[in-house]
């Protein structure tokens, strides 16, 4: 007897959750499974550390609003943290055809603001706020709690600041040192990018090295 497939699959992997949809099945479908999994059967192991949980859509053409909606169901458990959301479609191997987002607000401890593209802030990252983003990220205020650029794997991603004070950056994979190891002044505007596996930090006018 051939085993039932379930609209939402949850695994673990290892670098936290993976949650598989079916693209065969109604959205709504999909939506209504995944709310009564993290609501009912799976809530035992949905609790306590913060765990990280990536979501493959299959070959599910997914609109932002339906994307928004996923964010919100799974957002409301406060220790899931979305680190991608993503498709079986192709998708721009240039990251500077992706979209750049406007968004004018202040993130604060325990807020998480999360962007498919590119991210350009207007307002601050205060400690214990955090912003991710599948492109770069710009922030035009101080970045002092954490960003992680490029999160679904695109390490060409940079993370740039007015007032670089972050307690953590991530880039793709790559995590930087320690803050007092970054040497990183006040006056100017600073970016952090990849080179050669390792995160540095340079002042934005020098950012034309990187991207001619």
């Known amino acids: 007897m051939a085993a039932v497939k379930h609209p939402v699959t949850i695994k673990g992997v290892k670098d936290g959750l993976l949650f598989l949809f079916d693209d065969n099945c ?11 999994k993290l609501e009912k059967t799976h809530q ?5 550390p913060l765990i990280h949980v990536f ?5 599910r053409e997914t609109t932002e609003e339906q994307k928004e909606q996923i964010r919100t169901i799974i957002g409301a458990r406060g220790n899931l943290l979305i680190q991608s959301i993503e498709s079986d479609e192709p998708k721009a191997a240039d990251n500077k055809e992706a979209p750049l987002q406007l968004v004018k607000n202040i993130i604060r401890s325990g807020q998480i603001l999360h962007i498919d593209g ?45 007032h670089m004070k972050p307690t953590q950056l991530r880039i793709a994979q ?12 006040d006056t100017y505007m600073e970016f952090a990018y990849i080179n050669n596996g390792v995160m540095e930090i340079d002042k ?4 034309h090295r990187i991207r001619p």
């Not at 709504?28 to 009564?36: A, F, K, N, S």
């Not at 970045?143 to 999160?151: S, Y």
Request: proline share 5%.
């Open 55 to 59: 979501v493959k859509l299959g070959k």
């Open 174 to 185: 790559v995590i930087s040192r320690p803050p007092d190891e970054w040497g990183i002044g």
């Open 204 to 207: 934005i006018q020098h950012m």
């Open 26 to 36: 109604p959205f709504e479908q999909v939506i209504g499974d995944l709310t009564h």
């Open 118 to 162: 590119n991210l350009m802030l207007m307002g601050d990252v205060n400690p214990g706020g955090m912003v991710t983003a599948t492109g770069d990220i710009y922030i035009m205020g101080s970045l002092r709690g954490m960003a992680h650029a490029g999160c679904e794997g695109n390490d060409k991603a940079v993370i740039a600041a007015s």
């Open 44 to 48: 035992n192991i949905l609790t306590g």
